[in-house]
């Protein structure tokens, strides 16, 4: 009997195999898909890892080979980097729950985001998660927040002038990535949880320590055996995964520590915010994030309540994406108008002017609201520009749940000389999406696309045949019913505290030369050449203007 069974085992693994090299080889194979050339050990995707600058060898591809090209990840297998506009409308808006995240992506965001939306892999799980947190990112709800990204704003201008800058009328070099990154911490900790963390006044805050340089510290030029250990995820049973965070190397143990921290102050967190939906009414109860998060889930129907262990991942997601990639935008952001003094001194008299119109309003306010951040034109285009040309988020992994035809905007020339305009892909295949390509197709963004030249959303030079992202036509929050749901949040404390820092400080590069590098560490971080020991920095000279 046993022999039996061994044998049906065996011809079914045999059968299977069969099929699968059978499909790779016919229609579904992607082998006719130029790329650069690998090694069969080591594919080519590990070069991606170690680029002075994001997205130097995406550009080289795209310019050699079109707007998708083939890559290889270890052992041979077939990874398509994409950038095409018609493909990615149909990966994330045509086709969104069919397309769910690669497992090496969705295995590393749950080792330090634990079961949030970000991992959430079936539509009903997503729409659940979605359901619950969509009323905490309401425009009413957006709105009440303003007054906090303004005194955020206002303390980080505050401490700048009275601990640095009050006795050197010339400027001082100041890392102002660390600074940001302490302020929208802070901000996050009052919108999202009504907490305070401290980080502007204590630069030690154990939330603030825990975050910082984390991806530097676990994602920034990984080893070839882990980059083989990865690539292994697929074949490995869902559940042997889930205890991959406990390994005991660089990576892992920089995210067991982070979530260690971040997981002891949510569960603080998520359970006052519970007591308090409890008794409190909910006209007298907190406006955060979190409450809102809670009352709305205690109202849903049962089968799409999050868990307690779910709201509390989400508490770390917001946390890291709501201050980390905000204050890595704003440093790039404050770099640009260093470089560029011309569109530093046309944002500054924009501000100028537009205060000087809420001066003459016959209301009580005297500072900006939300009507005022959005009729300024330079202000909304300079932020545009800035995500175009500096994605955090430049790759995301991908994988086909079913066998499908991917559409291109554009013909496809083939290994074999072919012209093509679309591919069919089999179940399974994987899939790289390039951000950082997309926002630089001269064909979207004009000739000059490699330049910032904000004025390209002013003068209408942008064309939006294809409609993709959720913001500016951009994929750099994402897109489809998986866009990044806070993008609105991050957007207008941006808007809030570029105002400020430009109304109050004068922005220029350090006196000594200072190489910015855009370092591929799982999120792009700004590092100095020559100083990569030093974690993420981007320095600035910073010059207090007269009231």
């Known amino acids: 009997m046993v022999s039996i069974t061994s044998a049906v085992s065996v011809s079914v693994l045999i059968s299977l195999t069969v099929y699968t090299i059978y499909r790779r080889l016919t229609k579904f194979s992607v082998k006719h898909i130029r790329g650069p050339d690998p090694s069969f050990w080591k594919g080519n995707m590990h070069t991606f890892s170690y680029q002075s600058n994001v997205g130097d060898l995406d550009f080289e591809y795209v310019k050699e080979y079109g707007l998708v090209w083939r890559m290889s990840a270890p052992l041979g297998q077939d990874v398509l980097a994409v950038a095409d506009p018609k493909a990615l409308q149909h990966i994330y808006q045509r086709s969104g729950y069919n397309y769910p995240k690669s497992i090496e992506s969705d295995v590393i965001t749950r080792i330090f985001l634990g079961d ?36 955020g704003a206002a303390k980080l201008c505050r401490l700048w ?12 070099v100041i890392p102002v990535n660390k600074w940001l990154a302490r302020m929208t ?10 907490f305070e963390f401290g980080a502007l006044d204590n630069s030690g805050n154990e939330v603030s320590k825990a975050y910082d340089n984390l991806f530097a510290d676990s994602q920034l030029h990984p080893r070839l055996w882990m980059t083989f250990f990865r690539a292994s995820w697929k074949w490995l049973p869902r559940p042997l995964l889930n205890f991959v965070g406990y390994i005991p190397t660089r990576e892992y143990k920089r995210f067991r520590k982070s979530k260690k921290v971040v997981d002891k102050v949510s569960t603080i967190l998520v359970d006052a915010a519970i007591e308090e939906a409890k008794v409190v009414e909910v006209e007298k109860s907190n406006k955060d994030v979190m409450s809102v998060l809670v009352r709305a889930n205690m109202s ?36 640009e108008l260093a470089k560029h003094p011309k569109y530093q001194n046309h944002l500054r008299e924009e501000v ?20 005022d951040l959005e009729s300024m034109p330079f202000l909304q285009a300079l932020l545009k520009e800035v995500l175009r040309l500096h994605p955090i988020v430049y790759h995301l992994g991908r994988f086909a749940a079913k066998d499908d035809i991917i559409p291109l905007s554009e013909p496809l020339v083939t290994a074999t000389g072919e012209n093509i305009e679309e591919i069919p892909i089999a179940k399974g295949q994987e899939f790289l999406i390039s951000v950082c390509a997309y926002n630089r197709i001269k064909g979207i963004w004009g000739e000059d696309a490699n330049e910032f030249n904000p004025q390209r959303f002013i003068n209408g030079e942008v064309e939006n045949t294809i409609k993709l992202g959720v913001y500016g036509n951009l994929m750099t929050f994402s897109a489809g019913t998986r866009g990044c749901i806070g993008w609105r949040f991050s957007l207008i ?32 971080a700004p590092m100095v050449k020559n100083r990569l020991k030093e974690g993420v920095l981007m320095p600035l000279t910073v010059r207090a203007l007269s009231a």
């Open 352 to 371: 100028k002017q537009k205060r000087e119109e809420i001066a003459r309003r016959d209301d009580e306010g005297d500072d900006f609201e939300m009507e």
């Open 185 to 194: 911490l802070d901000v996050i900790g009052e919108t999202a949880f009504h």
């Open 116 to 151: 949030s939306i970000m991992n959430a892999h079936t539509d009903h799980s997503h729409a659940r998660h979605r359901k619950a947190m969509s009323p905490a990112f309401s425009a009413s709800q957006l709105r009440s927040f303003l007054p906090q990204f303004r005194n």
């Open 493 to 524: 404390e941006m808007q809030t505290v570029l105002v400020a820092l430009v109304q109050n400080f004068e922005f220029s590069l350090p006196p000594t030369e200072t190489e910015i590098l855009r370092m591929p560490a799982g999120l792009m």
């Open 300 to 335: 849903e129907n049962p089968s799409f309540q999050l868990s307690k262990n779910e709201m509390m991942s989400q508490m770390a997601t917001l946390t890291l994406a709501g201050h980390d990639t905000t204050a890595s935008v704003l440093a790039w952001s404050l770099w």
């Open 161 to 172: 002038k009275e601990q640095i800058l009050d006795e050197k009328p010339e400027g001082e």
